[in-house]
């Protein structure tokens, strides 16, 4: 049985590399949907919702999905696996919590279940890294959480709204910050704000079949 999923998250780069990640599960899979800002247009089985410079799971944007008569069953994509933060975010109707270190077969069968009616949570092996899809960034050297902070920077957050929005510390936070900032080469925020800007790290940009999101 080939599912129908729609991958929400408001990065083209993120969820363009998700798409490519199931690309060699055609058969199973059948992306109809790239979603940032706005309602799922068309039916779908699961809208895997990335967390990539967005909320968590138990915030307002995946209680839109839970609530849209066009979603079936909702999944999230996370690092995050707070025992308290999974409770609240199945608490909410989401069907699956699952983890970005799952490889693409497994995470393929995790929504094929989920599709199927099952609650699926995947967790986290320790600090087991990402391992498919894309990030910006990515090229210059970043790793998916260097990218995700800076990213956050970029549309102008602070270190603490930074820290709440991703449940890091903020010692972690100023670590990423400093380990990109070295990585690309700028010795200050206005500075890692521009590269950002330049490299693509802003929000509704995402194509939604096909065609550019614009702002009105």
Do not use: C
């Amino acid at each position: 049985m080939v599912i129908r999923v729609a991958l929400v998250n408001d990065d083209e780069v993120v969820v363009r590399g998700l798409d490519a990640m199931m690309r060699s599960y055609s058969h199973r899979v059948e992306v109809v949907e790239l979603v940032a800002g706005r309602p799922v247009g068309q039916p779908v089985d699961v809208a895997l919702y990335d967390t990539f410079g967005m909320g968590q799971g138990n915030g307002p944007a995946v209680q839109r999905l839970v609530d849209s008569p066009q979603v079936r069953s909702v999944a999230v994509y996370t690092w995050n696996f707070q025992p308290w933060l999974t409770r609240d975010t199945l608490s909410t109707g989401v069907r699956g919590y699952l983890s970005k270190s799952l490889p693409a077969a497994r995470l393929v069968d995790a929504l094929h279940a989920i599709a199927a009616g099952q609650l699926v949570v995947s967790p986290s092996r320790g600090r087991s890294s990402l391992v498919g899809g894309d990030w910006p960034g990515r090229e210059e050297g970043l790793t998916a959480r260097e990218a995700e902070v800076l990213s956050l920077i970029t549309m102008g957050l602070s270190n603490q709204e930074i820290a709440e929005r991703t449940l890091l510390s903020l010692n972690s936070i100023k670590s990423y910050i400093r380990s990109a900032y070295r990585k690309i080469d700028v010795d200050s925020r206005s500075k890692a704000v521009l590269w950002g800007v330049e490299h693509g790290m802003r929000a509704d940009r995402v194509r939604i079949n096909g065609s550019p999101a614009r702002e009105g």
